[in-house]
């Protein structure tokens, strides 16, 4: 089967390994345009873009793909290459441009997404992140045949896994995209012999994943000490969990709720949420509206992740007593 493959970040990269060593013909990779990364801000092609190269698939990044858009150019050059590919398929996953109908239309077979959330839980862009944000006990890839609408295409193939109580998005990321490239290898030999039955999603149960912004570190220690824990693992590669002392900032990045029967956090006589109850080999612990946190691995700005024990000898006014407030607002941008 001769296919398109459009992607950006390393859950595609994983999907594209895996059609290429089931051995598809490739005939062209849509990938987002080289971005500035790094220390030294150097433009960085994409994995999915990176892996392409390297065994010569041919590659185009139009910055959009809609012919009356702001860069026609690129997106009649590329609806140029897609129609020279003659494809049976597109399999996208995590592209980042949306698909207007005469791509939908081009391939034979239509276009294949892999989304990793149950559809129609968490449509949109960080399905990831928000399942264990709201503490969901499970998750996994969908595949979808795509439409006009976001994430809204008719199912193809289901698989579910546990979310564990340690799960942050990197480990969680790595399974799904490996189940992820499993499944569209399979569906479009299903589909390549017309066995396919696709599924129209639930009305019921939709829920919508925001993108994921920077502002989102800032901790609000009134809230429970479990929904800040799962934050914490929600934003674990990026971007943080965030707090601030004497105006420094710290991230957390591992650590768990101790639910108890102490006051709420700023109740008379408890401690204020924020509040540092312990800081020693144990972890930081830290009050919160409703319970304690403990916090045990942190970070500095411009520092290494470290144990608490290595991190709190190098920070000694963290000690008990003292208060957590969010960091303060990044600068607004020149």
């Given amino acids: ?17 895996q059609l290429h060593a089931a051995g598809f013909d490739i005939a062209l ?31 185009a990044q139009p910055r959009s793909l809609r012919l009356d858009g702001r860069f026609p150019d690129e997106a009649r050059a590329a609806r140029q290459a897609i129609e020279a590919a003659r494809a049976d398929a597109m399999v996208v996953a995590a592209y980042g441009l949306i698909l207007p109908q005469w791509v939908l239309d081009a391939p034979r077979l239509g276009c ?38 976001l994430d809204t295409g008719d199912m193809l193939a289901e698989e579910r896994i546990a979310i564990a109580p340690d799960d942050t998005v990197a480990r969680l ?3 799904l995209a490996a189940l992820g490239g499993r499944m569209v290898v399979a569906a479009l030999d299903l589909a390549e012999r017309g066995a396919l039955r696709p599924v129209p999603q639930p009305q019921d149960g939709v829920n919508y994943a925001r993108k994921i912004e920077k502002a989102e570190a800032a901790i609000d220690w009134r809230q429970d000490a479990a929904a800040i824990a799962r934050r914490m693992r929600a934003f674990d590669p990026f971007p943080g969990a965030q707090a601030a002392l004497d105006g420094e900032t710290l ?18 006589g408890a401690p204020a949420p924020g509040t540092v109850l312990a800081a020693d080999a144990d972890g930081l612990v830290v009050q919160c509206g ?20 290595d991190f709190l000898r190098g920070w000694p006014a963290l000690r008990p007593g003292a208060v957590l407030d969010a960091p303060p607002a990044p600068a607004p941008a020149p």
């Fill in 251 to 268: 991230k957390l990045w591992a650590g768990e709720a101790l639910a108890d029967d102490a006051p709420a956090g700023g109740a008379a």
């Fill in 173 to 175: 990321h790595d399974r």
């Fill in 290 to 309: 409703r319970g304690r946190l403990r916090a045990t691995v942190l970070q500095r700005a411009g520092g290494k992740r470290l144990p608490a024990a």
């Fill in 29 to 59: 990779v849509l990938s987002q345009p080289d971005r500035p990364a790094g220390r030294g801000m150097k433009l960085q092609a994409s994995p999915v873009k990176q892996f392409a190269v390297d065994r010569a698939i041919p590659v």
């Fill in 112 to 149: 294949f997404n892999i989304h990793a959330s149950l559809l129609p839980r968490w449509r949109g862009a960080a399905p990831i992140h928000r399942a264990i944000e709201a503490g969901d006990a499970e998750t996994g890839i969908t595949i979808m045949r795509m439409d006009a609408g």
């Fill in 1 to 17: 089967m001769r296919i398109i493959f459009a992607g950006t970040p390393e859950f595609a990269r994983a999907a594209l390994e």
